[in-house]
């Protein structure tokens, strides 16, 4: 992935995403114009958690997490983002600073809009603010059903919930080959809400049951079904 690809809006593939397909020939010209695009090794922060929201961001290429520090000093991720996905919306809408922080999971490349000009779009274009409010009501919807099964499901049927969102979210259409990955064991008991040494212990059991297979950070999972059948346990 080279540092200094500039993605145009037009010719874009998030051109055809829910929220980029609301808007005029000419709005996307004024929004590749304002934008600025980046490019973020593994790890680095995209933005961070209690700083000033100066816009929103559109993933353009990569994976990132977003995450909540909490009090012990550990993290939380409370989602997953692949391109075309928006960044920092609600911060936008309520000129608060960002709630959490987004860092790459990969190498990415993301596209950051000042706020003046999407909120320039959202007041111009009834059907970019409709489709704006849809997608900030399924995060509520998505962050409400995580915070319930993190109270009562199960570790092991939360890991298993876990691995399925890694697939579900970061699997290219018609692939081929069973779904791999590769995430370390912190991030992974991030997104489960549990301990590094429970995770692995989970993933050794899976892995010994020929559910997943793993070779260092890399998990293949072979089973797919068996996770559904391991979730659907707690419906």
């Known amino acids: 992935m080279t540092r200094f690809i500039t993605p145009h809006c037009q010719q874009c593939e998030c051109r055809k995403g829910p929220l980029m397909s609301c808007c005029q020939a000419s709005e996307l010209d004024h929004i590749s114009d304002a934008k600025v695009s980046h490019f973020y090794r593994k790890g680095q922060i995209i933005f961070q958690e209690g700083a000033p929201a100066l816009g929103g961001y559109c993933v353009h290429q990569g994976k990132i997490k977003i995450t909540k520090a909490e009090s012990a000093g550990k993290e939380q991720i409370i989602r997953l983002a692949k391109p075309c996905d928006t960044l ?32 320039r779009t959202i007041s111009a274009n009834a ?22 099964h993190l109270a009562y499901r199960p570790v092991r049927e939360r890991l298993a919930e876990a ?19 590769s995430i370390s064991r912190e991030d992974l008991a991030s997104l489960v809400g549990t301990a590094k040494e429970t995770a ?32 659907s346990m707690y419906e």
């Open 88 to 119: 920092g919306i609600n911060t936008i809408i309520s000129g608060q600073n960002h709630s959490a922080s987004a860092v790459a999971l990969d190498d990415c490349i993301v596209c950051f809009i000042p706020r003046a000009d999407f909120l």
């Open 163 to 181: 691995l399925l969102l890694l697939r579900n979210t970061y699997q290219e259409d018609n692939a081929a080959e069973p779904f791999s990955m």
């Open 127 to 148: 059907q970019f603010a409709a489709s704006l409010l849809q997608l900030l009501a399924k995060a509520l919807g998505d962050a409400e059903a995580r915070m319930l």
């Open 200 to 231: 692995i212990r989970l993933l050794a059991d899976l892995k010994e049951s020929g559910v997943i297979a793993t070779q260092g950070s890399l998990i293949t999972i072979c089973q797919p079904e068996q996770l559904v059948k391991t979730v």
